[in-house]
């Protein structure tokens, strides 16, 4: 089992950047992928992006070109770099360690962190 702790999240403008960071422990890290999921007030957690433990990286079209999932296997962290927020990204974001299945399935994910609020402000 995976002990996941996000962080990093705030309040930010239209426009601007935030790096959220997750910090694992428990299992072996390179053992297994993290992704990144967010819910938005009042709607389903979707996912965001996947980054493998080889560093292999897949993201949601909808954020593809204003994000960048990194890892660090030596520091057991992943960060997930947002660019040009927009207020439709205000959501809590998540990381999760991957099990099996479909990337997009809630399901497929083992282990979850508390969350980290992003609000992007117009």
């Known amino acids: 089992q995976a002990q996941l702790v996000e962080s990093g999240g705030g309040l930010v403008q239209a426009g601007g950047s935030l790096r959220l960071s997750c910090a694992a422990s428990?299992?072996?890290?390179?053992?297994?992928?993290i992704a990144w999921f967010r819910q938005a007030p009042g709607k389903e957690r979707t996912f965001v992006g996947r980054?493998?433990?080889?560093?292999?990286?897949f993201y949601t079209d909808s954020m593809r070109g204003r994000l960048t999932i990194s890892r660090d296997n030596s520091k057991n962290m992943v960060y997930l770099q947002l660019n040009s927020l927009k207020p439709e990204d205000t959501a809590i974001y998540y990381c999760?360690?991957?099990?099996?299945?479909?990337?997009?399935?809630?399901?497929?994910?083992?282990?979850w962190g508390q969350g980290t609020q992003v609000t992007v402000s117009s």
């Open positions: 428990g299992r072996a890290f390179n053992s297994y992928a």
């Open positions: 980054i493998s433990r080889t560093g292999n990286t």
């Open positions: 999760a360690s991957y099990n099996d299945g479909g990337v997009y399935d809630i399901a497929s994910y083992d282990d």
